[in-house]
């Protein structure tokens, strides 16, 4: 473990985000020296079966100075008005432990379909999204471009945003190498609602001292595609320093368009899972996490 913090931090990210739905919450705690004896940010994502289920993660959320837990909620009625209440518990434990929570759009978790999260985002107004939109685009097998009836979901998705996952997919694969020609559409699609993305978030922050948090989470197969001999066709790790470079691009062009005269210049591993690092935490730089799943 401490091999893996130590490398995260020598790449240059920002911080590290445990999954705990790849680590045990023993193994989890293991972790806690290591944000402090490396400085970097900490992160957390959380896979509560129930309301309560989700205490001890808020709780060592604190341990290792993470600004908020992402939910991955694992209790998923089927019918909108079950959810509801749910989700006003989870926000409930969360206000009681002084942690904020973001609710991950996900598959296989009570934000699993595009449609259904919509629809909760208006029941729901303090509901807070951390925007994986790679699981949107396989859940609605989205077309690219997208219809503008798809592409004004995905606005009202960005817009309750406050944290961003930087994971390309095409509509009938998850993860998809980046530097691949024939997912260069994709790539650019992803890019663009990145952009989208972190303009709403400024322009919502504009005047507070806060970071935006920016997960490269590339998942090990069965997220990545293999080979016939089980061998991965890209390489995550480069793949998720060249994520955090497009973010820190990304971000800087949108912070230059809110300037006086300012315009838009161009189109931008959690631990034993995903480790995810960000910016420092300064006005006009991103916070990028680094997320590794073995």
């Not at 445990?18 to 402090?36: C, K, N, R, W, Y």
């Not at 997220?223 to 061998?231: E, L, M, Q, S, V």
Request: contains cysteine; glycine residues 8%; hydrophobic residues 40%.
């Amino acid at each position: 473990m401490a091999e893996k913090f130590d490398r995260v931090r020598e790449a240059g990210f920002d911080g590290m985000a445990i999954d705990l739905g790849a680590l045990t919450m023993e193994q989890a705690e293991a972790t806690v020296p290591h944000f402090s004896r490396t400085g970097l940010a900490g992160g957390l994502t959380a896979f509560p079966t129930s309301v309560e289920a989700l205490r001890p993660a808020l709780r060592l959320a604190h341990r290792i100075a993470a600004p908020f837990v992402v939910v991955i909620g694992q209790e998923m009625p089927i019918r909108l008005a079950d959810m509801v209440p749910v989700i006003e518990g989870w926000l409930r434990v969360a206000e009681q432990e002084s942690m904020p929570i973001q609710f991950e759009t996900h598959r296989n978790c009570i934000t699993n379909d595009l449609f259904t999260t919509a629809q909760l985002l208006d029941a729901v107004p303090g509901m807070r999204l951390a925007a994986d939109l790679s699981h949107y685009v396989v859940d609605r097998e989205m077309p690219c471009p997208p219809p503008p009836y798809l592409q004004n979901l995905i606005t009202k998705v960005l817009e309750r945003s406050d944290s961003f996952q930087g994971r390309v997919a095409a509509r009938g694969q998850i993860q998809v190498a980046l530097n691949f020609p024939q997912n260069a559409k994709w790539v650019a699609l992803f890019r663009d609602w990145w952009r989208q993305g972190f303009a709403s978030w400024l322009a919502r922050h504009a005047g507070e001292n806060s970071a935006m948090v920016f997960l490269c989470e590339l998942g090990p197969p069965d997220y990545a595609i293999t080979d016939a001999r089980g061998r991965e066709l890209s390489d995550r790790w480069t793949e998720a320093m060249l994520l955090a470079q497009w973010a820190r691009e990304i971000w800087s062009d949108a912070v230059t368009a809110r300037e006086p005269g300012g315009g838009s210049k161009r189109h931008e591993d959690r631990a034993g899972g995903d480790q995810n690092a960000t910016q420092p935490h300064l006005p006009g730089q991103p916070l990028a996490q680094e997320q590794h799943r073995e």
